[in-house]
């Protein structure tokens, strides 16, 4: 085996289970010790991996999250499917929330003009929804985060205190066996309270999102009821979801 095919299914073997030693190299390739240092190197030298003592490990990865503007000029395919399996979930009468994760928005613009209440700290979503002449909507008033186009404080969680609905569709930049997390804790404080007040949880995430676990946790696996996604996760994540009795719906075999 050539070392650029060694250093692709080092990489493959890395991305399972985050680490590897060079004795593990060496029974997986049949090479030798220095062969294994050296590949090691290789791959540090294109910053793929961070050499430990024996071995490697996966680099720390934070995902960008863009302002809210260039999110919404990039909402993909995936995000789109998810976001109508969402809306399907929708009744008349329903008191629902909606966060303002633009996978959430996703579901916004295709809900019906619904005999419903919606609450949401988005204003982009409440701008939406004010199309739909019988939806009726609840801004929660705070802080503008100008960014990410949210509101949040605590305002915004005494208010949601107020409320019991029937369901809550909530975004995610990871989600993972640590639970569900966010890059910013004012938005991750108002999203645990709207998890709060909800009879049902269903958490709307693309493929990207699975088995990535970002800077804040704002719940744990075991407050969501539901998992919308665009593909069918591998199947130790099925099992973690099951641990927890989180149910999946897969855009793709719809």
Same mark, same amino acid.
């Given at each position: 085996?050539?070392?650029?095919?060694?250093?692709?299914?080092?990489?493959?073997?890395?991305? =399972?289970?985050? %680490?590897?030693?060079?004795?593990?190299?060496? +029974?997986?390739? +049949?090479? !030798?010790?220095?062969?294994? %240092?050296?590949?090691?190197?290789?791959?540090?030298? !294109?910053? !793929?991996?961070?050499?430990?003592?024996?071995?490697?490990?996966?680099?720390?990865?934070?995902?960008?999250?863009?302002?809210?503007?260039?999110?919404?000029?990039?909402?993909?395919? +995936?995000?789109?499917?998810? /976001? %109508?399996?969402?809306?399907?979930?929708?009744?008349? *009468?329903?008191?629902?929330?909606?966060?303002? !994760? $633009?996978?959430?928005?996703?579901?916004?613009?295709?809900?019906?003009?619904?005999?419903?209440?919606?609450?949401?700290?988005?204003?982009?979503?409440?701008?939406?929804?004010?199309?739909?002449?019988?939806?009726?909507?609840?801004?929660?008033? /705070?802080?503008?985060?100008?960014?990410? %186009?949210?509101?949040? /404080?605590?305002?915004?969680?005494?208010?949601?205190?107020?409320?019991?609905?029937?369901?809550?569709?909530?975004?995610?930049? *990871?989600?993972?066996?640590?639970?569900?997390?966010?890059?910013?804790?004012?938005?991750?404080?108002?999203?645990?309270?709207?998890?709060?007040?909800?009879?049902?949880?269903?958490?709307?995430?693309?493929?990207?999102?699975?088995?990535?676990?970002?800077?804040?946790?704002?719940?744990?696996?075991?407050?969501?009821?539901?998992?919308? $996604?665009?593909?069918?996760?591998? =199947?130790?994540?099925?099992?973690?979801?099951?641990?927890?009795?989180? +149910?999946?719906?897969?855009?793709?075999?719809?």
């Amino acid at each position: 085996m050539y070392q650029e095919e060694r250093l692709i299914e080092i990489m493959n073997y890395l991305n =399972q289970t985050r %680490r590897i030693s060079v004795d593990k190299i060496c +029974e997986l390739f +049949e090479v !030798s010790r220095d062969t294994a %240092r050296r590949d090691l190197v290789k791959l540090e030298e !294109s910053r !793929s991996i961070v050499r430990t003592r024996g071995g490697a490990i996966l680099p720390s990865s934070h995902n960008e999250v863009k302002d809210y503007s260039n999110r919404l000029q990039t909402v993909s395919e +995936e995000k789109l499917a998810i /976001g %109508r399996t969402a809306a399907s979930l929708i009744r008349n *009468g329903d008191a629902i929330i909606l966060d303002a !994760s $633009t996978t959430v928005q996703s579901c916004a613009t295709q809900l019906d003009d619904l005999d419903c209440t919606v609450i949401t700290n988005s204003i982009h979503i409440a701008d939406i929804l004010s199309n739909n002449q019988n939806t009726h909507i609840h801004l929660l008033g /705070g802080q503008l985060h100008k960014e990410h %186009r949210f509101l949040y /404080g605590t305002s915004v969680i005494d208010r949601l205190a107020k409320y019991r609905v029937d369901h809550a569709f909530i975004g995610v930049v *990871g989600i993972s066996e640590h639970g569900l997390t966010i890059a910013h804790e004012e938005d991750g404080m108002v999203k645990r309270k709207m998890i709060q007040q909800a009879k049902q949880v269903t958490v709307l995430a693309d493929h990207t999102k699975i088995a990535v676990t970002d800077f804040y946790q704002y719940a744990e696996l075991g407050d969501v009821d539901l998992l919308i $996604t665009d593909q069918t996760p591998d =199947q130790p994540f099925q099992e973690l979801l099951a641990a927890h009795q989180v +149910e999946l719906l897969v855009t793709e075999e719809e």
